[in-house]
């Protein structure tokens, strides 16, 4: 299991922007994702890349606002996130795990993501 370092986050108006970033121990080739809660509400995947090859997916609702990169040193992402709207306020969390098969179209298996950052809060006032 990784040890998933997350910072970042904070309180903004509806239309700014802010960033988040998360460091997972080890050096292996993973998957590293962005999830979210809302309150009262289930988590749902927001990004995730391959640090393998880059391959980024994003969830429709942020698409074209948000964007998942990683750094020149391993194992280390951030999500930029712009055009904020109060719907995404909730706790964003940092999730990692081996790549598994077809992860293209399942990137957003919280079953599948074994490590977990303990989590930060986002919150976009209108």
């Known amino acids: 299991q990784l040890q998933l370092v997350e910072s970042g986050g904070g309180s903004v108006q509806a239309g700014g922007s802010l960033s988040l970033s998360c460091v997972a121990s080890?050096?292996?080739?993973?998957?590293m994702s962005w999830f979210r809660q809302p309150p009262g509400k289930e988590r749902e995947g927001v990004a995730s890349i391959y640090t393998g090859d880059g391959i980024r997916r994003y969830a429709d609702s942020v698409k074209g606002r948000f964007t998942i990169s990683q750094a020149n040193v391993k194992n280390t992402v951030y999500l930029q996130m712009n055009s904020l709207r109060p719907d995404d306020s909730g706790i964003y969390y940092c999730?990692?795990?081996?790549?598994?098969?077809?992860?293209?179209?399942?990137?957003?298996?919280?079953?599948?993501?074994?490590?977990w950052g303990q989590g930060t809060q986002v919150t976009v006032s209108p």
């Open positions: 080890g050096d292996s080739d993973i998957i």
């Open positions: 999730a990692a795990g081996s790549r598994w098969p077809r992860w293209v179209a399942r990137w957003s298996d919280v079953g599948r993501h074994t490590s």
